[in-house]
């Protein structure tokens, strides 16, 4: 998927506000589908228990509060988006 850039998200928000172009509203059937996959995206039915040092857990707890979330919520994310090769590991 294409990345869209700064420039680009300005000329579609400009064009919205003009009314050069309309959103469409989603068909039931793709509401349905995204509900369905958020919510076996986001349903949580392991636990686990995780060492971590003082240091980082810190560093997490402080990235996950400039965010606005838990950090628990913030580590599962990071775990999240690695899996689905959404991080990339440094070479």
């Known amino acids: 998927m294409k990345q869209t850039t700064e420039a680009e998200e300005k000329e579609i ?4 506000e003009r009314g050069d ?15 369905r996959a958020s ?12 060492r971590l040092s ?12 400039k965010k606005g979330l838990p950090y628990q919520a913030l580590i599962s994310g990071l775990i999240h988006q690695y ?4 991080l990339l590991e440094k070479t």
């Open 13 to 16: 928000a400009d064009a919205l």
């Open 21 to 35: 172009i309309e959103l469409e509203k989603p068909s039931r059937k793709l509401l349905s589908d995204l509900k």
């Open 39 to 50: 919510e076996n995206t986001f349903k949580k039915d392991r636990r686990i228990n995780v």
């Open 54 to 65: 003082s240091h980082d857990l810190l560093g997490i707890q402080r990235k996950a509060l």
């Open 83 to 86: 899996v689905e090769g959404e």
